[in-house]
């Protein structure tokens, strides 16, 4: 996929939260992701207060959650919209970035929160942005994600492009940044598997 591939399918799908930033809003303020909070935090090493980086923060909702327990929380997201909306929501630090361009810096953060956001992350992509998000995490930090499961296929459902990953690939590709497994469960939980459309996981930084 060529850069300029890349540049136009991250805008179409920012422009479409962009666009729909209010219904979104509305739409998951509450989810109740708690599981996915908890999931991070309990492989945190230490007493903490941890620095999370809320990777595609939205509105923040996850945010305010996190500095609510007395974390640091540091949003990101590649729509201006939303970005505006968690400093408001949440009073944090909040970063305008799309995930194909990130500036984070080295060992800042103790975890990473990417709940239903790197799935946007063309497959040829995602490799290097991983290995980003490495760098960004301190010695034995801690990086979750929850992402749509599915048969490794990729393109566009309406305005936003996504991957939906197997656990076995979604495996190889953070394994191979760098990754160490610490668990992983499907959602919501309590359903039967067919009715569980998301995979989280769990990793710490080698």
Avoid at 143 to 171: H, I
């Amino acid at each position: 996929m060529r850069d300029d591939d890349t540049a136009r399918l991250t805008a179409r799908t920012v422009g479409h939260y962009d666009d729909h930033a209010l219904s979104f809003w509305e739409g998951t303020r509450d989810h109740d992701v708690s599981q996915n909070r908890a999931a991070l935090l309990s492989a945190l090493e230490g007493s903490g207060p941890f620095t999370i980086l809320d990777l595609g923060c939205g509105p923040g909702r996850d945010l305010a959650a996190f500095r609510a327990e007395g974390h640091i929380p540091v949003g990101l997201d590649g729509s201006a919209r939303f970005v505006e909306m968690a400093r408001r929501h949440a009073g944090c630090e909040v970063l305008h970035q799309d995930f194909l361009r990130l500036d984070l810096g080295a060992e800042r953060f103790d975890g990473i929160f990417a709940n239903a956001s790197l799935f946007h992350v063309p497959s040829a992509e995602l490799p290097r942005v991983l290995r980003e998000l490495h760098a960004a995490l301190r010695p034995r930090g801690v990086l979750f994600s929850s992402n749509p499961r599915g048969d490794d296929r990729e393109g566009w459902s309406g305005d936003r492009y996504g991957c939906t990953w197997s656990l076995d690939r979604w495996r190889d590709h953070v394994t191979t940044a760098g990754f160490e497994e610490i668990e992983h469960y499907y959602r919501p939980a309590g359903l039967p598997r067919a009715q569980q459309p998301w995979l989280a996981t769990v990793w710490r930084k080698r």
